[in-house]
């Protein structure tokens, strides 16, 4: 994983778009993003440890690749791209291939998150973001769910979404912010 701030251009959202600054996993935790790397052989009891810790008790595959989803591809692509905000973590493996997620900080700036195969990520639910594959135009992953496999994005403006205000108030209550 790599984590930098976006670069705000205007162009295929699929290149890099790296800006200088580099994002610590530090500072995504700070924000309530968890991350790990796990890919040696053990990688499954690795990630059903963590899903054991975090009481994850469902899964799911989802593979984002035009062969695999055929004409809606595009589609598909558009919805994940659209900023929103999930009232349940989103818990993904990536199991193979490469992709961005791109989530606002504070100052509501984007941060890209550059995920590749071994990685877990948690985003907490009521943080804005968007996802999206990279040239490579492949993704399999890996979905954990706390309660039954469900996927339901609520475009921003979501600022009044009690889960929303709940992200931000434990934010607040961490000490890291005002
Ligand atoms: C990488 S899984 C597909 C995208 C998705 O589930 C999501 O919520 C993007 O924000
Ligand atoms: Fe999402």
């Known amino acids: 994983m790599r984590a930098y701030f976006h670069d705000n251009v205007d162009s295929d959202p699929k290149e890099p778009h790296e800006h200088l600054t580099s994002v610590t996993p530090e500072e995504l935790k700070n924000l309530g993003v968890l991350y790990w790397h796990f890919d040696g052989d053990d990688y499954l009891e690795k990630v059903n440890g963590i899903a054991k810790e975090?009481?994850?008790k469902n899964r799911d595959e989802i593979t984002v690749s035009k062969e695999a989803l055929g004409d809606s591809y595009e589609s598909k692509l558009k919805i994940f791209f659209q900023e929103h905000l999930?009232?349940?973590?989103?818990?993904?493996y990536i199991l193979d291939g490469s992709g961005y997620f791109d989530v606002r900080d504070l100052l509501d700036r984007w941060i890209r998150i550059a995920i590749v195969?071994?990685?877990?990520i948690v985003l907490p639910a009521g943080i804005y973001h968007r996802f999206i594959v990279d040239t490579n135009d492949y993704l399999k992953a890996l979905r954990l769910f706390k309660e039954e496999p469900k996927w339901t994005p609520i475009n921003r403006p979501a600022d009044?979404?009690?889960?929303?205000l709940g992200y931000l108030q434990s934010l607040r209550d961490s000490g890291l912010y005002k």
């Open 86 to 92: 999930h009232e349940d973590e989103e818990i993904r």
């Open 160 to 164: 009044d979404n009690p889960h929303r």
């Open 117 to 120: 195969k071994g990685d877990l």
């Open 54 to 56: 975090r009481n994850y």
